[in-house]
């Protein structure tokens, strides 16, 4: 029986997750279409996208507050619910102003929904399910950002503006009954002996992943970001292949995480890192499209692991801690590397991609290093002292 309604729940948030975080990305591309039509200039374009980015970014902490004071199904029905009123902000005669307001409602629920489904996720996992179970929550965010983008488009061109805004708030109904039909659960979990703010922020347990994740993202923000400025510069054509093929792999790979036992977990974050690095390593020496072919086979694995699986690390081995905080200040370690990739992509303004790609290769191998030789053994004195999963017992 508790199996099944693990299950049930398991299918409830994934669905949910879907359907919620398409309510923002279905605007996404919308917006800033629309204030092209209003005749707005790409810098208060731009500036309006970033307060999502912003936003998003301070949410994810304060979410594993908000999960610690109120448990994450409310927490996600309360981000469904502050998110309707978006529709209203930007169709009020604000201008800027509203389109503003309400990318900083999306970001802030967006933010908030994202670290209360995995906390949800994580406590309907069994530490042999977990690897799993994150994979596939992970996937649901993969479906939501691949798909709803290119539908808002489609509407926009088909229906104009009203048409998307009338569909991210049915998207967002479906999302709201959904999470009303999830059950709140009992985890069998000790109270947490530490839910101040501040004391996990600056926990071992909790930064060091942090910063591992930190030093892989900036992969992402580095290639990703920056790849159609790469691919013009080398000549090469058909990059939109290159996220194609990485997205497939990461949802393959994703998929079958779960057949990969919980032992392996530590060296499976060790690999993903090593891959990283030689992305950034192979990206220095792409001169053709066959060879960014490789890059996205290579990236794409090592992308597919990276989170789900190093979040798996940090649920198992955060003894005494609040988990909701702690996903929550590890996820925005996810955000801050993406940002920051970006940024110091920019640099190829000054010096070649390959050398910068070479340059920026140190930063994931120093992930590895970390992870290597400084978490790891960190973590391994947990099970020497035999309190291995911590908070998440094997088979609950």
């Not at 994934?14 to 919620?20: D, E, N, Y």
């Not at 994810?60 to 981000?79: A, D, F, N, Q, T």
């Not at 992970?138 to 489609?154: E, H, Q």
């Not at 994931?364 to 030789?373: A, E, K, M, N, V």
């Amino acid at each position: 029986m508790k199996f099944d309604r693990n299950m049930k729940n398991f299918a409830l948030v994934l669905a949910a997750t879907i359907a919620f975080i398409s309510t923002y990305y279905l605007m996404m591309p919308v917006i800033p279409s629309y204030m092209l039509q209003k005749g707005f200039d790409n810098m208060t374009i731009g500036l309006v996208v970033f307060f999502f980015s912003v936003s998003s970014l301070i949410a994810r902490p304060l979410g594993g507050v908000w999960v610690e004071k109120m448990g994450s199904r409310k927490l996600m029905l309360i981000s469904i619910i502050l998110f309707f009123i978006t529709p209203v902000l930007v169709k009020l005669p604000l201008g800027v102003t509203g389109l503003g307001m309400a990318q900083l409602i999306y970001g802030l629920t967006i933010g908030a929904f994202t670290v209360a489904s995995a906390t949800f996720t994580t406590d309907i996992s069994s530490a042999e399910t977990i690897a799993q179970f994150m994979g596939l929550n992970s996937i649901s965010f993969t479906i939501a950002k691949g798909i709803a983008p290119a539908l808002g488009i489609k509407l926009m061109d088909i229906t104009g503006f009203n048409g998307a805004v009338i569909a991210t708030v049915i998207t967002g109904l479906i999302a709201l009954i959904l999470a009303f039909l999830l059950t709140d659960i009992r985890t069998g979990r000790k109270a947490p002996e530490s839910s101040n703010f501040m004391e996990i922020l600056l926990h071992k347990y909790v930064y060091m992943p942090t910063i591992v994740l930190f030093c892989g993202m900036i992969t992402f923000g580095a290639i990703s970001a920056m790849l159609p400025v790469f691919a013009h510069e080398r000549g090469i054509a058909g990059i939109e292949y290159f996220f194609l093929i990485n997205t497939s792999v990461v949802v393959i790979s994703r998929l079958i995480m779960g057949s990969w036992s919980k032992r392996y977990l530590e060296s499976l974050v060790a690999l993903s890192m090593v891959l990283m690095t030689l992305s950034f390593l192979a990206m220095s020496i792409v001169r053709n499209f066959y060879q960014l072919v490789v890059v996205a086979l290579i990236y794409g694995f090592g992308f597919a692991i990276l989170f789900p699986i190093l979040t798996s690390v940090l649920v198992l081995n955060i003894p005494g801690l609040s988990r909701g905080m702690a996903i929550g200040i590890f996820s925005a370690g996810f955000d801050m590397g993406v940002a920051a990739g970006a940024l110091l992509g920019g640099l190829s303004k000054f010096i070649s991609f390959k050398w910068l790609y070479m340059i920026l290769s140190l930063i994931p191998l120093t992930g590895y290093l970390i992870f290597q030789y400084v978490y790891r053994p960190t973590i391994r004195k947990i099970t020497a002292n035999g309190d291995e999963l911590g908070p998440i017992k094997s088979g609950q």
